[in-house]
């Protein structure tokens, strides 16, 4: 197998402003790959955005979502991979061609849409349709899978992606800072986000502590070091709708 360098990347979405987002996406591609990255891996729903869809209904999730791969956002996706020569995985909401409503984060490169993965437990909108299959496929020949977020919750899942194959697993969410029934979980102060350039000290407290990353470090890396794979974690930063997302380092 070739070496291979990932880039994960963070930014802030703007809810439902796919051409925002997507412009993003594009300035982040091309820094990575001028930095050397073969592939560059966002967050679940980086095109759309996400929190902001528990409040639609299925006609209003219908107009955001797209067909995949034939949809605009697939294609510029496949558009800026073409430009910088970078394998891209993405999220977004899809609909078939029968107004099924599915979450999946794709992966596509220059010769076009190479993966997608509908989530398994979706839970963020009633219409979103669970996907049906686990997902494995290659990047310069290297064994990948991919599980979004609440995916990887399940022990199992991890477990089935590495027997299929995997030796590496991108798994995209949108997380931490919310509320839980475990200790410790809640939202954070989004005051503290618009006032971190005078205060970073209390916003890191937060995002470090048991509503953010403390949690984070407990379990993600033990999926990684029970099934023998390389995880790669994306999440977005800053504010999600209302709710504020945590910083990774």
């Known amino acids: 197998m070739d070496k291979l360098r990932i880039a994960t990347a963070q930014f802030e979405h703007k809810s439902a402003d796919k051409a925002?987002?997507?412009?993003?996406?594009?300035?982040?591609?091309?820094?990575?790959?001028?930095?050397?990255?073969?592939?560059?891996?966002?967050?679940?729903?980086s095109i759309t955005g996400y929190t902001f869809a528990r409040n639609l209904d299925k006609q209003q999730m219908l107009d955001i979502a797209e067909l995949v791969p034939e949809g605009n956002s697939t294609q510029k996706l496949i558009e800026i991979a073409t430009k910088y020569n970078i394998t891209i995985l993405a999220g977004l909401f899809e609909k078939d061609e029968n107004d099924n409503l599915y979450k999946p984060y794709i992966c596509v490169d220059k010769d076009g849409l190479v993966a997608k993965h509908r989530k398994l437990h979706p839970f963020i909108n009633p219409y979103l349709t669970p996907g049906q299959a686990y997902t494995v496929f290659?990047?310069?020949?290297?064994?990948?899978g991919i599980l979004i977020c609440y995916d990887n919750n399940v022990i199992e899942n991890v477990r089935a992606t590495k027997l299929l194959g995997a030796d590496i697993i991108f798994m995209p969410h949108v997380t931490m800072c919310t509320p839980s029934s475990r200790p410790g979980a809640g939202f954070v102060d989004p005051q503290l986000w618009h006032n971190r350039e005078n205060d970073p000290t209390s916003l890191r407290l937060e995002f470090d502590g048991m509503k953010g990353r403390g949690w984070l470090m407990k379990w993600l890396p033990a999926r990684a070091y029970d099934n023998a794979v390389y995880t790669v974690f994306s999440n977005p930063i800053g504010m999600d709708d209302d709710q504020l997302k945590m910083v990774v380092q």
């Open 20 to 45: 925002y987002n997507l412009t993003i996406i594009d300035t982040l591609a091309q820094q990575a790959a001028a930095q050397g990255a073969d592939v560059i891996a966002f967050h679940e729903c």
């Open 138 to 144: 290659e990047i310069k020949g290297w064994k990948c």
